[in-house]
């Protein structure tokens, strides 16, 4: 924290009745200490526990482990506040119920063990002074709130350094015993857990070794995994009411950071079965058979993750949420269609962020019987000219492939995709015009109805040039008149410059299609850059050499690659009556130039 906390001294003199009332000394400052080190941090912590009368040492060890009002000093001060810092840890665990406030310490009994103070004097002292041992349990756990204020604080900030991560674990280790102590209802101590990951997760120091501490140490343990879920669900909740928009972001990477780093639920490996970090006293494990249920953690996860998304989400996690939303998330949901909601607002946005978040919409429309008729003209509004050139085109024709797979898909609406993607290829690179014919291949493939769009017969009183009826600026598919027209496109593309897509459209002929389908795979992976370096390492031999001497004359650093399909004496030819597509040339006119062979008129 940035002040120091206000702490009150025991009385030095007399009986626990006494101290506990006595009066309040002047507080000495951190300067006037006297040149603190590690021997004498380990004296006073020895007192500490030795006897109650020195109960005032807490507020020493305070003062040097509260580093955030100290200057620095030389080297040691990093070790000697860390010594301080593990010396009040062994005095407040010395204390049972040191983390309760008076009232329930007084009603559940939990006095002071270890530290020369028996039941027995503790009931004579109540029964002469009945407020006494009140008092001094009110004192005890001010420390306490004090000494958990400095380790926050040092989670928070991330400094110094050296401190954060066995705090951290201090902090871990004060909530387990907490949860041990006796009481008649128990419950797992989630207030002290949600301080603790509140410190962890905001503000914007970076804490790698904080997170690694707490995600390798603690989260294994299937109560902590569990309210650790609620917990950042509260925050993230609290957070999306009243945090702007900037600290909603940096809160998002923290979060995500931990949920990412969840293999999705994670109930317990055996029913009934938890593996507890914090487990109540006494062998009494009731209040832990929830946390043996798969249903348990699932209500959790599903709240957590609903919370975190209504936080504003950097473009960076929003794409690493949407593209794990499918495997990693949507699968231990309690109800995923509570996720049409984000999954909406994500296609609204346009882009990139629309084809990921269809994904999610078909699964749920798929394997959880949602209804969303709009789906299909969203897809559809998704295919243009720039489809081609994003990053995540491939993913993108490999999801609308499995979106128009089924064959309950209505006709025109089949009919609607061929026709618009064939208008696409007509301005697409040639990577794109590849994978758009495979595309309109296996969609008459799994249709035959909409063969009729290869080539349609026109009656006698058509007349001989007709407009094509095709609306493209039509974003309703069931209205763009699409099974009217004819795929007139693929015909042109057999005039394409380059030869691997000129020869394509053949494969549209009614004969092929009774093939197999085309695999849409590698075909979406190739870029035309991925085409220019396949061109250039071709080697060919002219046919004339071939002809005698086979591959005689070849030099063994050359190799030459044949194309998958073809016959290599075929390929030869071809290469020898057709140029290579992309050729890069040397001089803007080269010595014998194309000019040369003009015949000018």
């Known amino acids: 924290s940035s002040a120091s906390p206000r702490r009150r001294k025991a009385g030095a003199t007399g009986s626990t009745a006494e101290r506990a009332s006595g009066a309040k000394p002047k507080r000495r400052r951190v300067d006037q200490v006297q040149a603190p080190n590690v021997d004498h941090i380990a004296e006073l912590e020895e007192r500490a526990l030795s006897d109650p009368k020195n109960a005032n040492d807490i507020i020493e060890l305070l003062e040097l482990c509260d580093v955030s009002n100290r200057e620095a000093a030389d080297g040691e001060t990093d070790e000697e506040g860390l010594k301080a810092i593990y010396a009040l840890h062994a005095v407040f665990l010395a204390h049972r119920g040191f983390d309760m406030p008076p009232k329930a310490a007084k009603k559940h009994r939990t006095g002071l063990v270890g530290v020369g103070v028996d039941d027995d004097e503790d009931e004579v002292a109540s029964a002469s002074a009945p407020n006494a041992k009140t008092k001094y349990r009110h004192w005890i756990h001010e420390q306490y709130l004090d000494y958990v204020a400095v380790l926050l604080d040092v989670l ?28 008649p209802k128990w419950k797992f101590p989630s207030s002290l857990l949600q301080r603790i990951l509140t410190a962890i997760v905001a503000g914007e120091a970076e804490k790698p070794e904080l997170f690694e501490c707490f995600l390798g ?46 293999e999705g639920c994670s109930p317990p490996a055996e029913e009934g079965k938890p593996a507890l970090f914090a487990a109540p006293s006494e062998g009494d494990l009731a209040p832990t058979h929830a ?16 919370a975190f998304l209504k936080l504003q989400l950097p473009s960076e996690i929003f794409k690493n949420v949407l593209l794990r939303m499918c495997e990693d998330i949507m699968p231990y949901m309690y109800d995923p269609k509570l996720l049409i909601d984000f999954l909406r607002d994500s296609y609204d946005l346009g882009g990139v962020v629309s084809i990921l978040a269809l994904e999610g919409v078909f699964t749920l429309m798929q394997e959880h019987n949602l209804d969303y008729p709009l789906f299909y003209g969203k ?40 026709k618009r993607l064939s208008r ?6 040639p990577a794109g015009c590849m994978v758009a014919i495979r595309f309109v291949y296996n969609l008459l493939k799994r249709h035959p109805t909409c063969k009729v769009l290869i080539h349609r017969e026109w009656d006698e009183t058509t007349p001989a040039v007709r407009a094509d009826p095709f609306d493209p600026n039509e974003a309703d598919p069931a209205k763009c008149h699409a099974f009217e027209s004819s795929l007139w496109e693929t015909q042109a593309l ?53 002809e005698d001497k086979g591959d005689a004359d070849v030099d063994d650093n050359l190799v030459i690659d044949k194309p998958r399909g073809l016959k290599e004496r075929a390929a030869k030819a ?22 040369d062979q003009w015949e000018l008129a």
């Not at 609620?230 to 979060?255: E, F, G, H």
């Not at 559809?380 to 898909?409: C, G, M, N, Q």
């Open 156 to 183: 928070s900030t991330n400094e110094p350094e050296l401190y954060a991560v066995p705090c951290l674990k201090i902090l871990m280790d004060l909530l387990a015993n907490s949860a041990a102590v006796p009481v």
């Open 217 to 262: 140490g603690y989260v294994q343990f299937d109560d902590v995994r569990r309210h650790t879920y609620k917990v950042l669900a509260s925050i993230c909740t609290q957070a999306a009411a009243s945090s702007s928009p900037d600290d909603q972001r940096t809160l998002a990477y923290n979060v995500y950071n931990i949920l990412q780093s969840f």
């Open 291 to 306: 946390l043996g249920k798969a249903a348990t953690y699932k209500r959790s996860y599903s709240q957590c993750w609903l």
């Open 379 to 418: 897809l559809y509004a998704l295919f243009e000219p720039s489809i081609f050139h994003v990053k995540y085109r491939s993913r993108f024709f490999r999801l609308a492939d499995k979106f128009l797979r089924s064959t309950y898909i209505p006709g025109y609406l089949v009919a609607a995709f061929a």
């Open 424 to 429: 696409l290829a007509l301005t697409a690179p």
């Open 494 to 546: 057999l005039h394409h410059y380059y030869p691997d897509v000129a020869k394509l459209p053949a494969v549209l002929s009614t004969p092929a299609l009774r093939k197999g389908e085309m695999d849409m795979r590698r075909a979406a992976q190739r870029t035309y850059v991925s085409l220019y370096t396949a061109e250039r390492s071709w080697v060919y031999l002219p046919p004339d050499e071939d």
């Open 574 to 595: 071809a290469a020898a009556a057709t140029p290579l597509a992309f050729v890069r040339p040397d001089t803007l006119i080269s010595g014998t130039s194309m000019f």
